[in-house]
């Protein structure tokens, strides 16, 4: 089993190496940017989310934040994703607050 030093230590990696892709996106003049927004928007951004969610609450947040971003960026574009997330985050945050007071 691979230690979780290890683990956070791969995930970090991937979070910063595909980070660079990113800031080249957002740097590029702006004729280039049909060229990269595809491979930005459906595959840079939620590998990065999806390694940042999972330092920080575990896979199964990750997953379903990834899902969320996903879908609700195809289906109404980036508002509705951001909106997306920011449920995501107070429904995580109820959960918690919820799961504390039953352990009292």
Known sequence: MI????????LRWIHLVLAIP????I???????????AVTRFVFAPVIMLAGYWMWRGYVFAIVGVAVWLGAYRLSGIGA????QVALFIAWKIWLVIRARQGK
Do not use: D, Q, V
């Open 3 to 10: 230690k979780a030093a290890t683990k956070r230590s791969i």
């Open 22 to 25: 990113i800031l080249g996106y």
């Open 27 to 37: 740097y590029s003049p702006f004729a280039e940017l049909p060229n990269y927004a």
């Open 81 to 84: 994703a951001i909106l997306g």
